[in-house]
């Protein structure tokens, strides 16, 4: 499963803001790209039906949005990172890991233990 720019754009703000209004999201977008309140809101009920993001409803008028971690998400991830090192291969990594963003110690060493896996396995099974 692919996503577009906006809907990547969307889904990080839901995932920087955490569990958020629509207006949220559309304000945090905005900061990086100019967009229409309606084209954010079309684009969370498509990440909603792709099982990304998940709603949460606590009146008609009081709707909150938050990343649904699982295998869609994961799917996503997945679909990505393997385009990026497709494309450039092991320097996509590096970078990554040279180039952390707000990645916290703790997911920086859970990638550095995923790729020392796949390098044993690839070496096992040669």
Known sequence: MELGELELAVLR?????GETTTGEIHRE???TRDVAYTS???TLYRLVEKDVVQV????????????????AYEKVMSTM???M???F???????????????????IAALRRMIARTKAKEERDG
Do not use: H, Q, W
């Not at 703000?13 to 803001?17: E, G, H, I, N, T």
């Not at 409803?57 to 699982?70: A, C, I, L, M």
């Open 13 to 17: 703000a839901v995932r920087s803001l």
């Open 29 to 31: 977008v905005r900061k």
């Open 40 to 42: 954010v809101t079309t």
């Open 56 to 71: 949460r409803k606590e009146s008609e008028k009081k709707v909150f949005y938050s990343v649904k971690d699982g295998r």
């Open 81 to 83: 990172m393997k385009r």
């Open 85 to 87: 090192v497709d494309t």
């Open 89 to 107: 291969g092991a320097a996509a990594i590096s970078y990554i890991l040279e180039n952390p963003g707000n990645l916290t110690a703790n997911e």
